[in-house]
């Protein structure tokens, strides 16, 4: 009959036996689910020996792979939030709202309906109803004078595919071209590229073949920009980019100006952001194309700010402003974004 001192050293040691074969177990899970089998060769086996820095070398690039399609994934298209553009409808037949799953009762305007989704609900559950609109392509059938966030969501991309593909175009062949943005190209021909855009969406020419003058090609940009129905500094934005561009203390108008790029939606944000870079760039063969930063500012103030709502006489008077504003998001592109 054994002792109660062997007793005792058998009860200590078979808990530390069962911890490791659990850490065993555990670490091979992952390697067992990649199908990879890296367990420690034992020593008496110089097969074994050969084969694991091999092993060990495809999980590790495995692993990598998979990261970074992560990365790539997240950084192709950011979540933007969005809210629902909801309108009156009269629905043919029975219908339930999709939020409360309730009976739409009445022959005419039962509820409302999202012009860019389809989603249908009630006008009262309308009001409660989460910012999550995905917009459909069946709905959203232009891409000029088409609300930003939409056109974005409804492609899954970061920017605007006209923004993309015309300074794309424009910096591979029309960055030293004299006066680049002050000149304007034929208005029929920008129209055909507005016209282009709207009927093939990302699969339009706009290559040196279909348009050689580059002036069209900025020309179809800035009218993108003019026709958006909310500006790419919104409406409710405008006032603080004013008032930071009334400053005269040069840090503290950056400052101001970086607390206004705040109120921009994120989509408005990353446009503006992606379209001063590209300006900054341009200012950089200023003794190519005569354009400076001032200059480009008196071009793209106007087209990218809009006083909401204000008499003539104070929309006038903002126009040094909205050039001041635009001339310093350019010279500062680095700082404030």
């Not at 969005?82 to 305007?109: D, Q, S």
């Not at 008499?311 to 974004?337: G, H, K, P, S």
Request: charged share 25%; hydrophobic share 35%; proline share 6%.
């Amino acid at each position: 009959m054994p002792s109660r001192e062997s007793y005792v050293v058998r009860g200590k040691k078979q808990p530390r036996r069962r911890r490791n074969k659990e850490a065993t177990q555990k670490g091979s899970l992952f390697t067992a689910a990649l199908g990879l089998n890296v367990t420690p060769p034992k020593p008496t086996s110089p097969a074994s020996n050969f084969w694991q820095p091999i092993r060990s070398f495809a999980l590790s690039q495995l692993t990598s792979l998979v990261r970074r399609a992560t990365l790539r994934e997240s950084d192709l298209a950011p979540k933007y939030e969005k809210v629902h553009n909801f309108k009156v409808h009269t629905f043919r037949g029975p219908h339930w709202c999709e939020y409360c799953a309730n009976f739409m009762w009445g022959l005419i305007a039962q509820g409302v309906k999202c012009a860019d989704c389809g989603l249908n609900v009630h006008k009262q559950c309308s009001k409660v109803v989460p910012n999550d609109c995905q917009p459909d392509l069946r709905h959203v059938k232009k891409v000029y004078s088409c609300d930003l966030t939409t056109l974005v969501k409804a492609h899954n991309t970061k920017r605007p595919m006209v923004v993309d593909m015309c300074i794309q175009e424009i910096e591979a062949r029309g960055l030293q071209s004299e006066g680049i943005y002050r000149i304007s190209g034929f208005s029929e021909l920008i129209e055909d590229v507005k016209l282009t855009f709207d009927r093939d969406g990302e699969k339009a020419d706009i290559s040196s073949n279909a348009y050689e003058d580059i002036n069209i090609i900025t020309g179809a940009l800035k009218l993108y920009f003019r026709e958006l129905p909310i500006p790419l500094i919104t409406y409710d934005a405008y006032p603080r980019f004013i008032e930071a561009a009334k400053i005269t203390d040069p840090e503290k108008r950056l400052e101001s100006l970086h607390e206004a790029l705040k109120l921009l939606p994120p989509a408005h944000c990353e446009t503006l952001r992606y379209l001063m870079a590209h300006l900054k760039r341009v200012t950089e063969y200023e003794k190519d194309n005569l354009m400076s930063s001032e200059n480009l500012g008196i071009v793209f103030g106007p087209t990218l700010m809009r006083a909401p709502d204000l008499d003539a006489m104070t929309a006038l008077n903002d126009i040094r402003y909205q050039r001041q504003v635009v001339e310093t998001l350019i010279t500062n592109e680095d700082v404030l974004f």
